[in-house]
């Protein structure tokens, strides 16, 4: 573990526990329907952890905005994370393939009507240096809790398309490899040959992507 991931693990995030983020709606598993008001409970009842703690304690989820970024011409943002030794901070991540961008909302993250939008609009022009004057749209997509793995069992990601007006973009912070923008058929076609590890999220949205892009 470098350096800046265990600055990282050592930032307060925000997290909500179980017992209120679950109280109106049912604990189901992957994909829940965006009708659902999970983005206003996690906005009324948030607070604040140090990240290490959160990753280990089963009484919270850490939300997550997570942006799907797609060009107006129906294309997906694809990349891949960083391996050991980058500054890739979720090492049960490392070097997998995935569809979307964003992270933790820490405590230093500039307080707004809705912190998740506003926190995912940030990540987007840190990791990928597209800026919010090129965003055309922002909706939600669904929500997904997935409670079949370590990493899911502490998260609770909030789903949104981010429609963009640029194919320009850059990654500078260490944390992803490689990125680009792609048509389904191609990414159905590199999924197709084995070579590529696609992280569960992903592989969730994948669908409901098709769906929003039909």
């Not at 983020?21 to 607070?47: A, H, M």
Request: charged fraction near 30%; glycine fraction near 6%.
């Amino acid at each position: 573990m470098n350096q800046v991931v265990k600055d990282k693990m050592q930032r307060e995030i925000m997290v909500v526990k179980n017992d209120i983020l679950f109280s109106r709606n049912k604990r189901t598993q992957w994909l829940l329907d965006k009708k659902c008001s999970f983005e206003k409970i996690i906005l009324e009842n948030y607070e604040y952890m140090v990240r290490w703690q959160a990753e280990v304690n089963f009484d919270y989820k850490q939300p997550i905005p997570y942006g799907v970024v797609v060009s107006e011409d129906k294309k997906v943002f694809v990349y891949k994370r960083g391996g050991a030794g980058s500054n890739a901070g979720e090492a049960r991540l490392h070097s997998k393939m995935s569809f979307w961008v964003g992270w933790h909302i820490e405590v230093d993250d500039r307080v707004s009507p809705n912190l998740l939008r506003e926190t995912l609009l940030r990540e987007v022009e840190e990791e990928i240096k597209i800026n919010e004057n090129d965003v055309v749209n922002i909706s939600v997509l669904g929500y997904i809790n997935d409670d079949m793995n370590e990493v899911g069992k502490v998260h609770f990601w909030v789903a949104y398309a981010i429609e963009v007006s640029t194919y320009n973009f850059a990654l500078e912070d260490g944390e992803l490899d490689n990125g680009e923008f792609l048509t389904l058929a191609d990414i159905d076609a590199l999924l197709a040959t084995g070579d590529y590890n696609l992280e569960p999220w992903s592989v969730i949205l994948h669908d409901e992507i098709k769906k929003y892009l039909a």
